[in-house]
């Protein structure tokens, strides 16, 4: 009896919110994906691979007839006191109307200066400036694309220079002054606490506990790997691996506190396992969401 109203609980509990688990689309994945809808509740798209091709473009809408798209943008640089580019800015607004996503989202991160593409997501310093200059970025694309993306947390492997502010403060910052809600990269959370944790003193477990968890719709979860020499190393989110037990932690952590319903994407970028792999992992994601909602 006790564990069958233990069930239950959990089945109560994880019905009141409409949690989603996916895969980000990957044109490696594609198969595979395709051949097992029904076990992926959704599928993240990485945006900027559609702004300049009509025939992908053409493939995506179909792909979104098929099953639940979100966007995903790489390229904005919205955490920039440069203003995000307007022609940048245009072709999302274009893939939006046509694709109609049910959401978007961008990283909190720049990646020019002037008109030098540093070619990777580079944390801002951590200030009272990014925080307006993103604010004001982010309006911008409100008024070009018609609504806010979720703006996502971005690991580093250095702590910015210049920073007068942790990060946990400059995210609830960032997200008040913008009035985005945040795509909650649950690795992202775990590597920069495991590089900076001591400096910053705290773990990724007081890092989330900061967070206005409140403004979080949407996680990412992942997987990297130690480089560097011993004594130097530094986690690296490289996203070819899978997601460590830490973050499942975390995942459990979040659906326990967090009162919005969660979509969950599995982000893989490389060193692709079978498609049975990946989709364990989903089943694992779920299992952690299932847990947290059942002790909120």
């Not at 006790?2 to 198969?31: C, H, K, Q």
């Not at 390229?75 to 999302?92: F, H, I, P, Q, Y």
């Not at 590597?191 to 944790?197: D, E, Q």
Request: glycine share 6%.
């Amino acid at each position: 009896m006790a564990a069958e109203a233990a069930a239950g609980a959990v089945v109560e509990a994880t019905n009141r919110f409409a949690d989603r688990v996916g895969l980000g689309w990957r044109p490696e994945l594609a198969a595979g994906i395709l051949s097992n809808l029904n076990s992926i509740d959704v599928l993240e798209v990485i945006a900027d691979d559609y702004f300049d091709s009509s025939s992908r473009l053409r493939s995506l809408k179909t792909l979104a007839a098929q099953a639940p798209v979100v966007l995903h943008g790489i390229a904005l640089g919205m955490a920039s006191t440069v203003r995000v580019d307007r022609k940048r800015l245009e072709k999302m607004a274009r893939l939006v109307d046509r694709v109609k996503p049910e959401s978007w989202s961008e990283h909190l991160a720049f990646v020019r200066a002037g008109d030098i593409e540093i070619g990777h997501l580079a944390a801002p310093p951590r200030t009272a400036s990014t925080i307006d200059s993103t604010a004001a970025n982010l309006d911008a694309a409100r008024r070009m694309v018609g609504s806010l993306p979720l703006v996502e947390n971005i690991s580093t492997l250095i702590d910015p220079p210049a920073s007068d502010r942790d990060e946990p403060t400059w995210l609830t910052e960032t997200a008040a002054a913008s009035g985005c809600g945040l795509l909650l990269d649950l690795h992202n959370v775990y590597v920069n606490s495991v590089n900076f944790g001591t400096r910053w003193g705290f773990d990724a477990h007081q890092y989330l506990a900061r967070l206005p968890l409140e403004n979080v719709h949407a996680v990412h979860i992942s997987g990297g790997k130690w480089i560097g020499d011993a004594g130097h190393r530094r986690m690296l989110d490289d996203h070819r691996h899978d997601p460590p037990d830490p973050v499942y932690d975390l995942l459990t952590e979040l659906a326990s506190r967090c009162p919005n319903s969660l979509t969950v994407i599995l982000e893989r970028d490389g060193s692709y396992p079978p498609m049975r792999h990946l989709l364990a992992q989903l089943d694992r994601a779920r299992r952690a969401l299932a847990l947290g909602r059942a002790t909120a």
